[in-house]
């Protein structure tokens, strides 16, 4: 399963980003294969829309569940359409290794 993380930095060590449309970066973690991706966020500069083109970043890099800090409302609506869940993870103090040490478990 891929699962998404909103990051502050582009490494393990960087922090959970509580802002989704906005977060720095997103981690994409594969369960099965073990390997992380950091993406840019290109959206995080938008006027309007960051949340919604966010989400249709993540979907398209086949991510079945994302982590972050908060979500808005339409972003949450367009997740649930798409089936994948949402952990809200209120730690902005969370290293990313340390969220996907506990994925793991």
């Known amino acids: 399963m ?3 993380i909103t990051s502050t930095g582009n490494s393990p060590e960087a922090k959970l980003d509580s802002r989704f449309g906005r977060c720095s970066f997103f981690v994409i973690y594969d369960t099965v294969s073990h ?3 950091f993406i840019p966020n290109p959206y995080i500069e938008n ?3 960051a949340g919604l083109a966010s989400a249709n970043l993540i979907a398209s890099k086949g991510a079945e569940k994302v982590v ?3 979500f808005g409302a339409k972003v949450k ?3 649930d359409s798409m089936k994948i869940k949402l952990v ?3 730690d902005p103090e969370k290293r990313i290794n340390t969220i996907i040490e506990l994925l793991n478990h």
Do not use: D, N, P
Request: net charge negative; glycine share 12%; hydrophobic share 40%.
């Open 2 to 4: 891929k699962i998404a």
């Open 77 to 79: 609506s367009l997740f």
């Open 35 to 37: 390997s992380t991706e």
């Open 88 to 90: 809200i993870l209120k």
């Open 47 to 49: 006027i309007e829309g």
């Open 68 to 70: 972050s800090g908060e």
